[in-house]
T-cell receptor, first 112, second 111 residues
């Protein structure tokens, strides 16, 4: 049973436009969410996170939105750049320990 | 500050053999987690060690085991390898918070 779901295996976006990556979760006990980015032949790197007490967190071109009632979060990248082409993973955790539950990833392709 | 290092980077083994992978965390990090990544499955959590103790464990069979040394370096071992164990094995370290720093991974191929 996948508790964290990224239903889009891939997403193609024009350079300069907005990229929106989505993530759904089933466990209402999750209270911390993170996005990681992964390039081929490298390990994932931390991008941005959000606590359940917030509904939005912004860091430069990256914004994460959390909708607790819908158990949904999204990552917005504006404007999209060629270097953003990578696989993006959504992860969630409960306060009781730091174990992360991961989604399957979405491959983002930025077209020139 | 040096990042997380994993050795070896690539490994080819045959079914039935056993394998040991190594991970050196970022200096000062006491938590080390191991993940298995296969295409379409995302990152599957294997286990996490903190101060030489296994703190969390995922749903993998007992053939998968690990340990952590006093210098926080960690090893994971897979015995009686199966074809389905072919994957990228990732190690991540953290200071004991949500933000994990990953190594480049070890690509294991079982033939």
């Amino acid at each position: 049973d996948q508790q964290v779901k990224q239903n889009s295996p891939s997403l193609s976006v024009q350079e300069g436009r907005i990229s929106i990556l989505n993530c759904d979760y089933t466990n209402s006990m999750f209270d911390y969410f993170l996005w990681y980015k992964k390039y081929p032949a490298e390990g994932p790197t931390f991008l941005i996170s959000i606590s359940s007490i917030k509904d939005k967190n912004e860091d430069g071109r990256f914004t994460v939105f959390l909708n607790k009632s819908a158990k949904h979060l999204s990552l917005h990248i504006v404007p999209s750049q060629p270097g953003d082409s990578a696989v993006y993973f959504c992860a969630a955790s409960m306060d009781s320990n730091y174990q992360l539950i991961w989604g399957a990833g979405t491959k983002l392709i930025i077209k020139p | 500050k040096a990042g997380v290092t994993q050795t070896p980077r690539y490994l080819i083994k045959t079914r039935g053999q056993q394998v040991t992978l190594s991970c050196s965390p970022i200096s000062g990090h006491r938590s080390v987690s191991w993940y298995q990544q296969t295409p379409g499955q995302g990152l599957q959590f294997l286990f996490e060690y903190f101060s030489e103790t296994q703190r969390n464990k995922g749903n993998f069979p007992g053939r998968f085991s690990g340990r952590q040394f006093s210098n926080s370096r960690s090893e994971m071992n897979v015995s009686t390898l199966e074809l389905g164990d072919s994957a990228l094995y990732l190690c991540a370290s953290s200071w004991d918070n949500y933000e994990q720093y990953f190594g480049p991974g070890t690509r294991l191929t079982v033939t």
